[in-house]
């Protein structure tokens, strides 16, 4: 998963020197040696934020015109964004090495010509489970296991409205970007009835939480279910049958940056292979860059968690703008947490 002192930035050419460059990402979400890496090569002064959720991102940045020059928000609030006018087009002539990213990470519904962001990581949301403490008798490929009372005080949800509705939405056969008040209501309805069964809603803790062995089976980002894999040989994780959201995480410029050309520099650095190939390797998540896929070993990209499969993304989607809905869908979301 930064701020800028007035005057320091440069929106036109011109040195780079003595400049900050203020990017704003989702925790633990980059290698902080390429950070200064970049510092290094460019001679421009990184300052570092970090955001909990795309929601805590927008207000941010709404509520803070010229803080942000970078920052790394998911699809559906790209969208959000382009709406409100809100992002800088970025001069593709300056990415020079946007045609190392895959073809099917370009040109999606959030921004279809790929004129205001760039690929930075994708993945899915799934189930990351214990084998040790979840029955094998029972089914982990699907999302009921979520509400399966064997499982009460074992069970961690993303503290994520569109998350935790979204699945449950794809539990009950409906679209994660529904609009129809009735289907959302069940899915309250049954988040309530589940309620129960929570040990907690998580954000970035739940990786410590689910290494040490705290609960059974989290819902997870396919990233942090790899990273926490890697670090408990105990845990696995599965995309259940009835779908999931499929996310891409892209850098933008928002329109009020203060330095465009650093920003420029960042993004293109951060598509360079052998940055993007250490950045997966430090954070885990699946990149979109074709060399970087090239390089990773076997067991790395035909893993479910890294680089699913066309079968394994059966009736997935990804996260539309749901602007006009979303009061319901924040009711919905407090009533469950009030409950």
Known sequence: MALIAAGCGSSSGGSTSQQTLNVFNWGDYIDRDLIKEFEQEYKIRVVYEEFDTNEDMYVKIAENSGKYDVAIPSDYMIRKMLNEDMLHPIDMSKITHFSDIEARHKNLAFDPDNKYSVPYMWGTVGICYNTTMVDPDDDIESWDILWNPKYEKKIFMLNSIRDSIGITLKRLGYSLNTKVESEIFE?????????????????????????????????????????????????????????????????????????????????????????????????????????????????ITEDITFYPGVDDLENSEVFEDLSDTMELYDRVWTEVLAK
């Open 187 to 299: 899915a309250r309805d049954a988040l309530i009835q589940q309620k129960p069964l929570v040990l907690s809603y998580v954000g970035d803790e739940m990786k410590d939480k689910m290494v040490a062995g705290e609960a059974a089976m989290t819902v997870a980002w396919s990233g942090d279910a790899a990273l926490c894999m890697s670090e408990n040989e105990d845990l696995d994780y599965v995309i259940p049958r009835e779908g999931s959201n499929i996310w891409v995480d892209s850098m933008v410029i928002p329109k009020t940056a203060q330095n465009i050309d650093g920003a420029h520099l960042f993004i293109n650095f951060m598509c360079r292979p052998d940055v993007g190939l250490a950045n997966v390797e430090y954070i885990e998540y699946a990149s979109p860059l074709k060399t970087v896929r090239e390089e990773l070993p076997d067991d």
